[in-house]
C-alpha cells in the first residue's frame, strides 16, 4: 500500500475545486466545469500552476521544469482537484506529475517499445497482426501519462488529426478484406468533436468486411465531462466497442461512475486496460479495488500490461516476477472477471504476450500435474484415445 509522506489535512467537499479555478484565473461556476470544452481549453500545463496546486517535491519541481521538447504536461481541472496537494505517493499525482527521474536512460529503454512505426503501412495506420489494425487517429489526450507508450506521437502537433490521411487509411482497409477488426486510438479519440467522430467512424463502417470497431480511450477517467448523450448517442450509432484505461481505484469517482453507466446503459461494450506502475497500483490490495471497482461499473478488466520500456520511464516500472506474483494473488481469490490478462508487449515488435504463473507442474504420457490457487497439486488423465 502506498505510503503517506505528509501529513493530508481534510480537504473541504468542492473547496479545492474554487482552489484549482482560482489558479486558473477563473470563478467556479458548475455549468463551465461541467463541459469538456472548458475542460480541454484550461489544462494544467504550466509549472508555476502545478506550484500554486501542489506541494511540490525537489523532484517534481525539476520534472516540470525539464519537460519543455519531451513528453508534454497537461492535466484537465477536473483532474487537477483529485491530486492529493500534499502527498507525493499519490497514485493520480505520480501518473501526471512529471519527476526529475524521467531523464534517466536505461540501455534497454526504447522510443517505440511496440515497433509500430516498423510495421506502419500508410500514415497512421499499423498493421502487425493478420486480421486487425490499429489508427492512430489524433495527438492529443485529457491528460499526458508519464508512461506513455505513445509518447513519441502524443502532444507534439504533428497528427494533424486526420487532415489528408483519412483517404489513404480507408483505401488501405478497402484493399484489404483479411482487416475485420480497426482499433482507433491515438492520442485519445473521444477528444474529436462529436461530429468529426461521426464521420470518422462512418467512413470506417462504410467498408464492407470491418466487422468490429474499438477505441482506445482514458478519457472516462481524465475527463468524464466528455461523456455527453450525444457522444453517446454516436458511439451507439456506429456499434463500438470501448477499451478504456485505468490504472488505480482513486480514478473511479462519483463522475466517473455516472459517465460508464451512460455508456453501459446505451450497451456500449466496456473493457479496460491497467498498465502496472511501481508504486501506483503494484499491490494486489490496490489491484483488487480497481478490478472490483470496475466490475462494478460494468467495465470487464481484460489485460494487465507490464509497462513497455519506454525512455525515461524506469522509476515507475516493476520486474515480471512483481506481475507475476501478483497476478498468483489475484487468481483463485477473487472472480475470474476481476482477472485480466497479463502480458508484456513484446519489445521490437513482438505483440502481445500472455504470462502465466506455472499452473502445469509436468505433463507426461497423458498425465497433467496441475497446481491450484492455493499450491495444491491434482491430477487430470487425457481421454484415452479410441
Ligand atoms: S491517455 Fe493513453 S495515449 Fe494519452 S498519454 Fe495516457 S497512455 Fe498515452
Redesign the pocket.
Known sequence: MKETTAPVEPLIAGARRHEVCQILGETYDPARWNDWRWQMRHRLTKPDQFEQLLRLTPSERRGLAMCHGKLAVAVTPYLAELLDPYDPSCPLRMQVVPREEEAIVSPTDMVDPCGEEHDSVVPGLVHRYPDRVLLLAIDT?AA??RY???SRL?AHGELDPLAGRLDAIVAYLQAHPEVRDVLVS???PLLFSDEKLDELLGRIRAVPHVEMVRLGS?VPAFLPQRITPELVAVLRRHRVWLSL?FSNAAELTEDVAEACDRLADAGIPLGSQTVLLRGINDSVPELKALFHGLLKLRVRPYYLYQCDPVVGTSHLRTTVAKGLELIAGLRGHTSGYAVPTYVIDAPGGGGKVPLHPQTTVSYEHGTVTLRNWEGGEYTYLDPVAV
Request: with cysteine.
Open positions: 489526450c499526458y501519462c506513455c507508450t505513445r502524443v491515438g492520442g485519445d482514458r484505461h
